[in-house]
């Protein structure tokens, strides 16, 4: 039973850790949403794998939902953004998108 | 059973009116959007709403419970920082209409009002939430309307290039944020704030992963009062968005960051039984107060050091607030409710002097159409009253008498002073001296350079003029009179601790 809750755990750090690994190294505006995504769903892992194997109540179960929804959400947002950066810019290459400078 | 749950719920309602208000009149406001068409009437119909919340919030007062079992305090502390964002939203809507930023578009306004109005909601609820998934969804709540006003003026670069670098390193702390959340339930195996306090003071554990899975969760927090190492966002932020929302951010938002943020700490780390103790005390030997004197001194030191050759006011103003979350930090180093109080007494005058200081800059940037401080020389000349009272803000904000600011200063720093963190005390008092020579120099240029421009005064309405009062004639008044705030501040320290 611990071995698997462990399994699990690794899995969800890994995705974590590729998560950030993708924001701080990818260009594209819509790579950097989809490693903001991968951060999420590594929450949704733990939550679930504590939930499942820790013999812990539902609430693991309804935080997972949560965050899912709230992702969705958060998505729908930022994806608007980078269409309105798209309009003024042409591209999405958050590199160049640098108006403002020290 | 059944019953119970019903009462409960029914009864909690009564304990959220003020929520409930901001709630309704977010939601009236899309509808009379839809049917008026008229910015004037979503604007009245925000203030109303605002000003209901706060009778709502008056008629509360010094309630000190727990609403929706344990997932949100209504407590004096958290009241506190209520009446902050209501004055701040209020001051915030009040600026909205004499923006010419926002209204000399072909862009219609309709959503505007009602995302400053989903913001406060966010921030309401974040001042009070007691459970890791209501941080989560309070923050963003409050997150999400944020990055939208960001972007507002989206036919502009600087602002849409704003509100992108807002939703990436917003998602990202975030993300951070909920992992470390995950973490911690795992370990304790509750989402609710007590319950994870309980389990910790009576149980064993893995000693790093709790000290981890807290720094993860104290990201997300540090992330909305932009303490270094996550500051980055600030001053592009800042920079680019609509001024209105500059201000908002800078007050109200960090408000509620650091109301969460004190909760977090204060029920999580903390034995309940010490909490009512001069000072707090720490379980498990993880050391916390640690931790933040170093967030507080990379904090102020940064954000005083560069924003030494800031040559953009907002930009500089942006600076200046990272530098400020770094002393109100030091108010939570000392863990003590003396440093509670100060860092209450020292926001409410942080609210005066820095709104003052954003509307006076916008109300510059309309007649003079910049925002660079080469551009403000002579400007004193042109428009000596706006440009006194931004002098006055600036002192203030230094920390100097006669002002608000100095006193707000003086209780931090004895806070700290009298619970031994002398080292602390010196960086802080150092930052205030560096601090005087970015903000003399917008101080120097309106009034010792180019004396005689030749440049005809500078017209200004009288209502801004007016609202600019309001909020100068405070920051002079409470640098003498500051008994009231006080004492309303040591009325407030008091964070509900549980059943």
Same mark, same amino acid.
């Given at each position: 039973m611990t071995n698997e809750l462990t399994l699990y755990l690794i899995i969800g750090a890994i995705l974590f850790s590729l998560g950030v690994f993708g924001i701080i190294t990818r260009k594209n505006a819509i790579m950097v949403l989809m490693s903001m995504e991968l951060i999420l769903n590594s929450a949704n892992i733990n939550f679930i794998a504590f939930a499942k194997y820790g013999g812990m109540n539902l609430e693991g179960h309804i935080a997972a939902m949560f965050v899912i929804i709230l992702a969705a959400a958060e998505v729908a947002v930022a994806l608007a953004i980078v269409l309105n950066i798209y309009h003024n810019f042409r591209h999405v290459n958050i590199d160049e998108i640098s108006k403002m400078k020290e | 059973m059944y019953n119970a749950v019903v009462n409960e719920l029914i009864g909690s309602l009564g304990l959220i009116k003020p929520e409930l208000a901001l709630l309704v009149t977010f939601v009236v406001v899309i509808i009379a959007d839809l049917i008026f068409k008229n910015n004037k009437v979503n604007l009245g119909l925000s203030i109303l709403g605002t000003i209901v919340s706060g009778i709502f919030l008056i008629g509360m007062s010094g309630t000190n419970t727990s609403a929706f079992a344990n997932l949100i305090a209504v407590d004096p502390f958290s009241e506190f920082f209520k009446y902050l964002i209501l004055i701040s939203t209020l001051i915030v809507l009040v600026m909205s209409e004499f923006s010419e930023e926002l209204?000399?578009?072909?862009?219609?306004? %309709?959503?505007y009002y009602m995302l400053v109005l989903g913001m406060a909601l966010g921030m309401f609820l974040l001042a009070g939430a007691t459970n890791l998934i209501m941080i989560y969804l309070a923050l963003e709540t409050m997150s999400m309307s944020s990055y939208i006003l960001s972007g507002y003026t989206k036919e502009i670069k600087r602002s849409s290039e704003a509100s992108l670098k807002y939703v990436i390193f917003g998602s990202l702390s975030s993300g951070i944020m909920i992992y470390g959340m995950s973490i911690l339930f795992g370990m304790?195996?509750?989402?609710?704030l007590y319950a994870i306090q309980s389990y910790l003071a009576a149980n064993g554990f893995f000693q790093p992963a709790i000290f981890i899975s807290g720094l993860m969760v104290i990201a997300g927090f540090a992330y909305k009062i932009s303490a270094v190492p996550f500051h980055f966002w600030t001053p592009d932020v800042y920079e680019g968005s609509p001024i209105t929302i500059t201000a908002y951010l800078s007050v109200a938002s960090k408000a509620a960051g650091f109301a969460v943020l004190v909760r977090f700490i204060k029920l999580t780390f903390f034995d309940a039984a010490g909490s009512s103790d001069e000072s707090w005390i720490m379980m498990n030997s993880i050391p916390w107060d640690m931790v933040l004197a170093v967030l507080a001194v990379a904090t102020m030191t940064l954000g005083n050091i560069v924003a030494l050759w800031q040559s953009n006011v907002k930009r500089m103003l942006a600076y200046s607030s990272i530098a400020h979350a770094g002393y109100l930090l030091m108010g939570i180093v000392v863990m003590t409710n003396t440093g509670l109080m100060s860092i209450l007494v020292y926001f409410f005058f942080y609210l005066l002097m820095n709104f003052g200081a954003f509307i006076v800059v916008m109300l510059f940037a309309h007649k003079i159409g910049s925002e660079e401080m080469d551009d403000y020389e002579g400007i004193g000349y042109q428009a000596p009253v706006l440009a006194s009272l931004l002098t006055l803000f600036l002192v203030s904000l230094t920390g100097l008498p006669p002002t608000a600011g100095f006193i707000g200063k003086l209780v931090l720093f004895g806070a700290v002073l009298d619970s031994g963190w002398y080292w602390l005390a010196v960086i802080g008092v150092l930052n205030s001296v560096v601090s005087l020579y970015y903000y003399a120099k917008v101080v120097r240029n309106m009034?010792?350079?180019?004396?005689?421009? %030749?440049k005809g005064t500078l017209k200004f309405s009288i209502q801004s003029q007016a609202l600019v009062m309001v909020l100068g004639i405070p920051t002079l008044v409470f640098g003498l009179f500051f008994g009231p705030i006080m004492r309303w501040a040591e009325h407030s320290v008091r964070i509900f601790l549980g059943n």
């Open positions: - | 209204h000399n578009r072909d862009v219609w306004m %309709g959503e304790t195996g509750s989402l609710d009034w010792l350079r180019k004396v005689d421009n %030749g």
